[in-house]
């Protein structure tokens, strides 16, 4: 399995800590654990952030660093080793592991937090932290501040000054490395190969989530520990609901799939989309939906590149779509004038795409001071266009009402414009219907 190396969480803590203040501090708490009922917990997913500088699995720790720091800049806190506990939740590293096996150049148990970490504080003047994310730990920050200040008058300085580390660290997380596309490479191959195994199983008579059903397989076969999001499994009216998460529909011929759903390696997401027949077999209308779809995502595939503004990419599948609608009878008027009255967004109402790394949709400006960001090598975002008719959309004829469309590919900027990372799974009407046809001949 592809794993980002130890190498790299060192580098982008060095290159953290060089953008800090002289004489501060950063502080920044794993994800908690998450109840899903009475003492049932979700499967542990650790925050990413905290994922991002250490690469540490576990809950209940704290990481801090502290420029210049003569003993040490990467302080772990951490959970104990406990024999016990071990017996029934699983290893821990422990100290000790904290720093053999993820280069903390100092690390102590979390129960002595209390005792420690005010004494780290105090004397620097400014406190980076993830304010406003999460609110106890907030209040345990500002109760270790209070101790320092209640000894001001023995001549302890409290920090001065409070920022928050998103700034910093956002801008980081939207330049991935070749390690990090590497990974994001793997968690698209993986997802590739369960969009393709859902299209073969595809049959009349299923339910959604008996495709849902084949994608985790896929995920958990290679290797992933879940899918990156709720996957959407829509058949028939359902495509027309963007967030769509029962996954309960029976599959019916003449209706189209439109699956979207991708895993998650090493805590980086693919999100992948693709709109199928469940007969095996586009109709007329459906096919000139998909086709239009298509067109646009192949344009805005052209507006990715080093030096093209982050919409540009959007425009494109905005005109694309709009002219295409209007050959189609679907909307009446001139496209400049359409585009300008936003009367698209009627068939085609979100974004053409978002940023993409250890969060689905991953942490990053779209605008820096106002204006749509300029897109650069390394950068890594979804390119998802879709026209979605409303099973009750009274101002269309009938044979097109409950068409729903979406197209989504992941794609990594390059220095000549952009790698598609998810080109393993067939996307023209020609590829699925193949793909299809050639799934039901092995299978009678």
């Not at 920044?28 to 540490?56: C, K, M, T, W």
């Not at 068409?403 to 023209?428: A, F, M, S, Y």
Request: with cysteine; proline share 4%; aromatic share 8%.
């Amino acid at each position: 399995m592809i794993h980002i190396p130890k190498s790299e969480y060192s580098r982008r803590r060095k290159a953290l800590m060089a953008q800090m203040e002289p004489n501060s501090i950063a502080i920044l708490p794993a994800a908690a654990v998450a109840i899903r009922n009475r003492d049932v917990e979700h499967v542990y997913r650790q925050d990413s952030d905290f994922q991002y500088l250490s690469g540490f699995p576990e809950p209940q720790a704290v990481l801090v660093l502290m420029p210049g720091r003569v003993h040490g800049e990467y302080i772990l806190f951490c959970r104990e080793r406990n024999a016990e506990r071990e017996l029934w939740d699983g290893l821990r590293a422990g100290q000790e592991g904290a720093i053999r096996d993820f280069g903390a150049d100092d690390a102590f148990p979390i129960t002595d937090i209390d005792d420690i970490l005010p004494g780290l504080i105090e004397g620097r003047d400014r406190v980076y932290s993830a304010m406003g994310s999460n609110p106890e730990f907030d209040r345990h920050l500002m109760e270790w501040i209070n101790v320092i200040r209640s000894k001001a008058n023995l001549g302890a300085q409290p920090p001065n000054e409070f920022v928050a580390l998103d700034h910093l660290l956002h801008d980081m997380r939207l330049y991935k490395s070749a390690a990090e596309v590497k990974v994001m490479r793997e968690a698209a191959r993986i997802s590739a190969q369960a969009h393709v195994r859902a299209m073969q199983a595809c049959r009349a008579g299923l339910h959604e989530f008996s495709l849902e059903a084949e994608l985790d397989y896929e995920f958990r076969k290679g290797g992933a520990k879940m899918p990156a999001y709720g996957s959407i499994v829509a058949a028939g009216r359902n495509s027309c609901i963007l967030h769509y998460q029962q996954n309960d529909a029976v599959l019916k011929d003449g209706d189209l799939v439109l699956i979207d759903a991708g895993c998650e390696i090493d805590c980086y997401a693919s999100d992948i989309t693709r709109t199928f027949p469940v007969s095996g077999k586009y109709s007329a209308e459906q096919k000139a939906i998909y086709e239009l779809v298509l067109a646009s995502q192949e344009a805005a595939f052209a507006e990715i590149a080093p030096n093209k503004h982050w919409n540009q990419a959007h425009e494109a599948t905005v005109r694309v779509i709009t002219a295409g609608l209007v050959k189609l009878g679907l909307l009446q008027g001139d496209v400049d004038e359409l585009i300008a009255g936003e009367a698209y967004k009627a068939f085609y109402m979100h974004r053409a795409g978002h940023w993409l790394g250890m969060d689905v949709h991953d942490v990053g400006e779209y605008k820096v001071g106002g204006e749509w960001r300029v897109l650069e090598v390394g950068m890594a975002l979804t390119v998802e266009p879709g026209i979605y008719i409303a099973p009750d959309n009274q101002s269309v004829a009938k044979k097109w009402r409950g068409i729903g469309v979406r197209i989504e590919d992941d794609v990594v900027v390059t220095k000549t414009g952009c790698e598609v990372l998810t080109g393993g799974v067939p996307k023209t009407v020609t590829e699925i219907e193949a793909l299809m046809a050639q799934a039901r001949t092995q299978a009678a």
